[in-house]
C-alpha cells in the first residue's frame, strides 16, 4: 500500500521537526489511526490533514485526535471577456521594489494572519506565528514566494498590501490586509482589481485566492468581487 502521508520538507525545517501531510482526502477511522501511528514511529511531531468536508472525515480526525483549525475555502475569478480597463482602481498603487520589508509591511503582513490555523493552534505559539508571516511578508518581497508585492501608501505610511503568486498555474492572492484605521475606504477592493488586472494583463484566465471560512467578511468580500468557491477543505492538527 503506498504511503498515505508524506514529508514536507519546508516546514519541518522551518519548525524544527519533522512535519508532514496526509495525503487522501478522506480516509476511515481505522486507516487514519493506522497512518498516524506509523508516522509516529518515524519520528513526525506535526502532520496536517486537508479532508474533504465530510461528517465520516470529521468522526475520523476527532477518533485520531485531530484538531480542525481551518476550513480552508478556494475561491475562483473567472477572467474570460474581462478587460483590464474595466477594472478601475481609485486609490494609487505601488509595486514594492525594496530587498527587505519595512516595518509597515511587516506590521500589515502579521495583520493578515489574523486568522491563520498557525495563529489559532496554541501548540505553535506567538513567537512561531509571528516568525512565520515575517519570513513570508521577506520571502514575497524577495520575490521567493510572490511575482508581485502591491501595495497602498497614505499620509506616508502603507495602509495596505497584497502579494501575488502563482499556484496551480493560476495567479493567488497570497497575505492581503488593511490597516485597521483605514478598512471600508476601499484599498482591499483596489489592491484585488490590481491584482486581477495584473493576471490578464499576463494572459491568464483565472485568478484565484485562499481564505478561511470562519472569516465571513472576506468571503463575502470575494463573493462580491465576483470570486465563486471552488471547493472547502477542512485541515486538521495531529500532534505526534
Not at 486537508?50 to 475569478?77: F, Q, T
Not at 478601475?88 to 490555523?117: C, Q, T
Not at 489592491?191 to 467578511?217: C, F, H, K, M, P
Request: with cysteine.
Amino acid at each position: 500500500m503506498e504511503n498515505p502521508y508524506s514529508s514536507l520538507d519546508w516546514d519541518s525545517r522551518f519548525f524544527g521537526f519533522p512535519v508532514g501531510k496526509i495525503l487522501p482526502g478522506r480516509m476511515q477511522a481505522a486507516d487514519l489511526g493506522q497512518a498516524l501511528e506509523q508516522a509516529r514511529s518515524e519520528g513526525y511531531r506535526l502532520l496536517y490533514w486537508a479532508a474533504k468536508p465530510e461528517p465520516e472525515n470529521a468522526a475520523a480526525a476527532a477518533s485520531a485526535g485531530g484538531e480542525l483549525m481551518d476550513r480552508k475555502r478556494v475561491y475562483v475569478h473567472d477572467l474570460e471577456g474581462i478587460h483590464a480597463t474595466d477594472l478601475i482602481v481609485n486609490w494609487f498603487i505601488e509595486s514594492y521594489r525594496k530587498p527587505m520589508p519595512d516595518a509597515d509591511m511587516e506590521a500589515l503582513a502579521l495583520a493578515a494572519g489574523e486568522h491563520s490555523r498557525f495563529r489559532r493552534d496554541p501548540r505553535f505559539g506567538p513567537e512561531a506565528f509571528k516568525r512565520l508571516y515575517l519570513t513570508w511578508i521577506r520571502n514575497s518581497v524577495n520575490r521567493s514566494f510572490a511575482e508581485e508585492v502591491l501595495f497602498i501608501e497614505d499620509f506616508g505610511i502603507k495602509r495596505a498590501l497584497l502579494t501575488i503568486g502563482l499556484h496551480m498555474g493560476r495567479p493567488d492572492i497570497g497575505l492581503v490586509a488593511t490597516d485597521a484605521a483605514y478598512r471600508g475606504r476601499g484599498m482591499a477592493g483596489d489592491l484585488v482589481r490590481a491584482s486581477l488586472v495584473w493576471a490578464i494583463n499576463r494572459d491568464y484566465r483565472e485568478a484565484q485566492v485562499t481564505t478561511q471560512a470562519e472569516n465571513t467578511g472576506a468571503c463575502a468580500f470575494y463573493e462580491a468581487m465576483g470570486y465563486k468557491m471552488e471547493r472547502e477543505d477542512w485541515i486538521y492538527h495531529f500532534w505526534c
